[in-house]
């Protein structure tokens, strides 16, 4: 187990439960418009700096709608200039909905360049973590922290798992100093998936030992998905003690345990 990024104890079998299920013609349906949206998305990355942040915001909220999942957005709008965003990791479908929210480079762990359709994608926005090489660590954080000084958004997951939603994990310091180096703001964002009624639902969860296809088909054969994304009020990076401090505000700024781990 590394120490950045732990595997959370969530296990398909144990945690998640599928949502009623939706006919098999619209949920190829589903499937294929996420997918001509990916492409689309891979094929026009190259042009990334000259499209408006809007329209990715509107792509990446699409991609999401695609799979028939609606997407109800809240809270404080997020500022320009060095950012460094911070959520709770249930999904894969947390990357285009943190992307929704301000478009950023995603620190991602180094599997995810093998993603089918997604993996290209990433690869052009992303900065990667190796789970295996923690020597590594303090040059991820050295690029995140240029990137925040150059005006760009960065956006972590520092529970480094992802959990089903009903239990969470406790926030990883690191990437806090990279907001401390370049005295950027931290913008905590709080992600729920629930279904149309208002009951937790852990059909999206991506957790265990469950493969990327599986989830995505049990995403999109659901029916009644909602992801509530909450985006909570900015906290100064250069107003923190330490990067302690940082990191176990921004987790309780999300309602989750306050503890956090080397």
Excluded at 77 to 91: D, E
Aim: hydrophobic share 50%; proline share 7%; net charge positive.
């Amino acid at each position: 187990m590394s120490v950045w990024l732990p595997s959370a104890p969530c296990t398909p079998g144990a945690c998640v439960e599928p949502a009623g299920s939706a006919a098999v013609p619209r949920a190829v349906l589903r499937l294929t418009a996420m997918v001509v949206l990916l492409l689309a998305g891979i094929t026009l990355s190259p042009f990334g700096r000259w499209i408006p942040a809007e329209l990715i915001r509107r792509w990446s909220r699409a991609t999401v709608r695609a799979a028939g999942v609606r997407v109800r957005i809240t809270g404080t709008a997020a500022p320009t200039g060095g950012l460094l965003l911070v959520a709770n990791h249930i999904s894969w479908l947390d990357i285009p909905l943190l992307a929704a929210v301000r478009p950023a480079r995603m620190l991602a762990k180094a599997e995810i360049r093998r993603w089918p359709v997604a993996g290209p994608l990433a690869a052009r926005a992303a900065l990667f973590i190796d789970r295996d090489r923690l020597r590594a660590l303090p040059g991820t954080v050295a690029r995140m922290a240029d990137t925040l000084r150059a005006g760009r958004a960065v956006a972590v997951f520092p529970e480094g798992s992802t959990w089903c939603g009903r239990a969470q994990g406790d926030f990883r310091r690191a990437a806090f100093q990279a907001a401390l180096d370049a005295g950027a703001a931290v913008q905590p964002v709080c992600i729920r998936y629930r279904l149309a009624g208002g009951a937790a639902s852990t059909a999206p969860a991506f957790v265990g030992d469950d493969s990327l296809l599986a989830s995505v088909w049990r995403v999109v054969s659901a029916r009644g998905l909602v992801a509530e994304v909450e985006v909570r009020p900015v906290l100064p990076g250069g107003g923190a003690v330490d990067r302690r401090a940082l990191a176990r505000a921004a987790q309780h700024s999300l309602g989750l345990r306050a503890a956090a781990h080397p």
